[in-house]
């Protein structure tokens, strides 16, 4: 892990949405020569909810827990400090817009397009699921809640409506993901994971570096979320080189992670080699962690193990990567 907070459970599916209600006055304001805040703050939500999605749908073959997801990420204009000027700036007909639609996934396949206006999911009116005394956060996580639960038949059905598009309503098959979801943390520039989320600051060094590098740091993260990291020493404890072996084993599942959602395995080691230099003065070089450039090494060596098992494209990590830290009897 490239940080590790405590454990961070109490937001649960409030995927994405907690940093809007944080964000500045400056955020609304427009100008003419740069991007404003509203819309690096959706680049980024963008950024990460594509490559997220990748990483756990193409490595979802392999893991035990799964979600079922359309690719489609919402945000509630209501849990910005002005939701008006959100609304407007953003095109929006309706407080629930569409942050993000992944690449190959249902919500694109049926049309659906970053700034849609969101309206209803399994026959529920969106705009209706807030509730007095709501955290701001609170309505967008029941919506991300509806958009993982497909009814009986396997089906989600959705209606949304964009300036073009008065109303559309369309019926979508989810696809399964590995259940470790992403989030955009305001005011932190560390990246981690709680077992359950890969919780990325919205100052993370890797957001300027190249898409591939980008997907190496959050699957660093996602394998500690796959491999049970934060469980696994909880219940036996950090001493013992426990941490550092955590460390090691989501270093060496990064390519694995990297060569199935077909980013070139590479990009692992390559993403080491450019945050270690800038960033080893600090946590990397802590007894938990080994470092940079052993941590090089260790990645290195798996490249060569995922060829050798690789079929189809895919490599099986669940049979053929081999883990430091073992489930005790």
């Given at each position: ?25 400056s955020a ?12 690096i703050f ?265 060829e050798a ?21």
């Open positions: 892990m490239l940080a590790w907070p405590g454990r961070l459970r109490a937001l649960g599916h409030a995927i994405l949405f907690v940093c809007a209600a944080t964000l500045p006055v609304f304001a427009e100008t003419s020569d740069a991007p404003s805040p509203l819309d959706q680049q980024q939500e963008d950024l990460l909810f594509q490559t997220g999605y990748r990483l756990a749908k193409e490595n979802a073959p392999f893991c035990d827990r799964r979600t079922f997801s359309l690719g489609l990420l919402v945000h509630d204009a209501a849990s910005y400090g002005q939701p008006e000027a959100v609304r407007a700036h953003f095109d929006l007909l309706g407080d629930i817009g569409v942050q993000s639609v992944a690449m190959g996934s249902p919500a694109e396949a049926a049309g659906i397009r970053q700034n849609d206006t969101l309206l209803s999911v399994s026959g529920q009116e969106v705009e209706s699921l807030a509730r007095h005394g709501d955290e701001a956060w609170a309505r967008a996580a029941r919506i991300a809640k509806l958009l993982e639960s497909p009814a009986i038949d396997g089906k989600l059905r959705v209606s949304f409506r964009n300036a073009q598009v008065e109303k559309s309503q369309i019926e979508l098959a989810p696809v399964e993901l590995c259940s470790s979801r992403f989030e955009l943390r305001s005011g932190t520039s560390k990246a981690s994971a709680d077992g359950e989320r890969v919780l990325i600051g919205d100052s993370f060094p890797a957001f300027s570096y190249s898409t591939p590098k980008f997907a190496a740091a959050l699957a660093h993260e996602m394998a500690h979320n796959l491999l049970g990291h934060l469980d696994y020493l909880e219940r036996y404890g950090r001493g013992g080189g426990r941490v550092r072996a955590s460390e090691r084993d989501a270093d060496r599942l990064m390519p694995w992670l990297l060569f199935n959602a077909g980013y070139d395995p590479q990009a692992a080691v390559e993403f080491m080699e450019e945050w270690g230099p800038r960033h080893g003065g600090g946590i990397l070089r802590k007894r938990s962690h080994d470092g940079w450039d052993e941590r090089v090494e260790f990645i290195a060596a798996e490249l060569p193990k995922i098992v690789a079929v189809d494209g895919k490599a099986d990590w669940r049979s053929h990567f081999q883990p430091l830290l073992i489930e005790k009897e």
